[in-house]
């Protein structure tokens, strides 16, 4: 019922700084908890952050906690994540997930929690 396409990855040399977007879809936007994982090669999907139905409430994956924020805008159907301070360990595709959520205050952390997923966007951080 949604689709999700994120944007604003690329090459950025360590302690730098992107912001990916994912937009999607449809009118029910703020009924969907989001969330933001990656995928390195040769490693498993990783959860990185997650955000609440009304963006009241985010968590974080202790690897990016005070280096990244996930933010969203209902009113123009998108999902962020700043990312700052940028280590090659950060290098993966991101992928961003919608979840129909029902509590406005939850948040969610595993992959299988979530119902759709965009098609990834890549990160690549330089030493």
């Known amino acids: 019922q949604v689709q999700l396409v994120e944007s604003g990855g690329g090459s950025v040399q360590a302690g730098g700084s992107l912001r990916l977007s994912c937009a999607a879809s449809?009118?029910?936007?703020?009924?969907?908890?989001m969330g933001w994982f990656r995928q390195a090669p040769g490693k498993e999907r990783e959860f990185v952050a997650a955000i609440a139905r009304g963006g009241g409430t985010t968590y974080y994956a202790d690897s990016v906690k005070g280096r990244f924020t996930i933010s969203r805008d209902n009113a123009k159907n998108t999902v962020y994540l700043q990312m700052n301070s940028l280590k090659p360990e950060d290098t993966a595709v991101y992928y961003c997930?919608?979840?129909?959520?029902?509590?406005?205050?939850?948040?969610?952390?595993?992959?299988?929690?979530?119902?759709?997923w965009g098609q990834g966007t890549q990160v690549t951080v330089s030493s």
């Open positions: 997930a919608a979840k129909v959520a029902y509590a406005s205050g939850s948040v969610y952390t595993k992959g299988y929690e979530y119902d759709y």
């Open positions: 449809g009118r029910t936007f703020s009924s969907y908890a």
